[in-house]
């Protein structure tokens, strides 16, 4: 079963403070994950995406990070900041052209100050 | 617009009422999404629509839930009979048939079966 499972479910950190967000998936055949940051009462939005030849891939203070053999990917915050605050999910597209994007539920990252 | 566009934003009703939610996609999108989000909960997949092909309704909860789109654009889910626990917010995402892309969400529509 095609499954994308987060952790941890939700977390609190200090504004400044790094965190990391796992992700690991039973998705098959893999075609490539984003990571989604999905604000209080909005939809979500694109934060970066893996591609199976990808390791490492930065966007500003975050980074992802993909092991296709164990099937897990990260995001790292560096430097929280309040805005970080909001649910980041973990979204895996299979390599088919007629199947649904499969969703982590989220971890819910709330930076306090 | 640019984006993907949904109507109402909110949506009360009162149980056993039929709802109709609205989603216009990104122009030129052939790929369409309903989801559902509950409140502390993850994304649940309803249904896909993807250009003329016949959509995938594998997530679609009950008999009572159905989805249209029409001229490959506008779609619409309907909710039959409403029950308290279709409260959610429902979203709708497309995005281009290459697999490489992103999916663009809307803001969602909250309902709220009273």
Redesign the interface.
């Given at each position: 079963k095609n499954q994308v499972e987060q952790s941890p479910q939700s977390l609190i950190i200090l504004e400044g403070k790094n965190c990391t967000l796992q992700c690991n998936y039973t998705v098959s055949p893999f075609?490539?994950l984003?990571w989604y940051k999905q604000d209080t009462?909005?939809?979500?939005?694109?934060l970066t995406?893996m591609?199976f030849s990808e390791n490492t891939k930065s966007n500003g203070r975050y980074t992802a990070t993909l092991d296709a053999d164990t099937k897990q990917s990260s995001l790292h915050i560096t430097a929280s900041q309040l805005s970080d605050s909001a649910s980041y999910?973990c979204?895996v597209?299979l390599?088919s052209?007629?199947?649904?994007?499969v969703?982590?539920?989220?971890t819910r990252l709330s930076v306090i100050a | 617009g640019a984006g993907v566009s949904q109507s109402p934003s909110n949506k009360v009703t009162e149980k056993g009422k039929d709802v109709e939610l609205r989603c216009d996609p990104i122009s030129g999108h052939t790929a369409l999404y309903w989801y559902r989000q509950s409140l502390g909960q993850g994304l649940e997949f309803l249904i896909y629509f993807q250009g003329n092909s016949a959509p995938d309704k594998s997530g679609l909860p009950s008999d009572r839930f159905s989805a249209e789109r029409t001229g490959g654009s506008v779609s619409t889910l309907t909710i039959q009979r409403t029950q308290q626990e279709d409260s959610a917010v429902y979203l709708c995402a497309s995005r281009p048939y290459t697999l490489a892309t992103e999916a663009f969400f809307g803001q969602g529509t909250r309902l709220t079966v009273v």
């Open positions: 075609s490539n984003r009462g909005r939809g979500p939005v694109s995406i591609t999910i979204v597209t390599n052209g007629n199947t649904p994007l969703f982590g539920k989220g | -």
